[in-house]
């Protein structure tokens, strides 16, 4: 079986601060792991994921994730956040059996000016 | 460019109805899967297809029926809706079944049952 747990369920940041998501995982077997970010009222986009090779992944819109095998971590950060980027956040594991993805609880960001 | 198209986006429905979600993609995507959203839950898998033809159940199957018929169309029937239902139904696709293919979703039903 598969879990992901993101431990902060809403992270207020000021515009042009750095923001830092966490997301843990358990699963026994070898995983994909993927950030998924949700605009209000749309559905989910994937933001980045890793797969395999270097443990850090980059999306076009300068959030990075380091993948911890050993603190079973795949966290989300981006060093300088723009309004735009107020959404949720969903973390997610996959990869054990087919492409079922698990999902976190999600994590809402504010951006405030 | 439509992607993975649902309908309809808002439904009320009355304890006991039955009413069935629609889903198309068309990107030629062999898997498809239904995932119901509810508050710091984040998003459960209900069914999902590996191909016309082909279903299986999810996380959360119960009270609700999956059928595939063609690749480009996956519709969720609630055969009998109850108040724990009501949830933002995403539809969702990719363009096969191993793990790591992104998966594309849906815009979202929101369906209230009261």
């Known amino acids: 079986a598969q879990s992901v747990t993101q431990l902060d369920s809403q992270v207020p940041v000021f515009e042009e601060a750095p923001v830092e998501l966490r997301c843990n995982y358990s699963s026994s077997v070898s995983v994909y792991l993927f950030w998924y970010v949700q605009y209000p009222n749309q559905g989910l986009q994937l933001l980045l994921k890793y797969l ?7 999306s076009i819109n300068g959030f990075e994730a380091e993948f911890n095998k050993s603190q079973t971590s795949f966290h989300l950060r981006k060093p300088s956040v723009h309004i735009s980027d107020t959404a949720e956040y969903f973390c997610a594991v996959g990869g054990a059996a087919g492409n079922k993805l698990t999902f976190g609880g999600g994590t809402r960001v504010l951006v405030k000016p | ?67 595939r018929s063609t690749t480009e169309d996956f519709p969720l029937r609630l055969l009998s809706a109850a108040p724990s239902q009501t949830s933002v139904y995403f539809c969702a696709s990719s363009i096969g079944q191993a793990g790591g293919n992104t998966i594309y979703f849906g815009e979202g039903s929101w369906l209230t049952v009261v």
């Not at chain 1, 395999?52 to 980059?58: Q, R």
């Not at chain 2, 898997?31 to 996380?59: C, F, K, N």
């Open chain 1, 52 to 58: 395999s090779g270097s443990t850090l992944v980059e």
């Open chain 2, 1 to 67: 460019n439509a992607g993975v198209t649902q309908t309809p986006k808002f439904q009320v429905l009355k304890t006991g109805q039955s009413m069935t979600l629609q889903c198309a993609q068309d990107m030629n995507h062999e898997y498809m899967s239904w995932y119901r959203q509810d508050p710091g839950m984040g998003l459960r898998l209900i069914h999902y297809s590996v191909g016309a033809g082909i279903t299986d159940q999810g996380e959360v199957p119960n009270g609700y029926n999956v059928s």
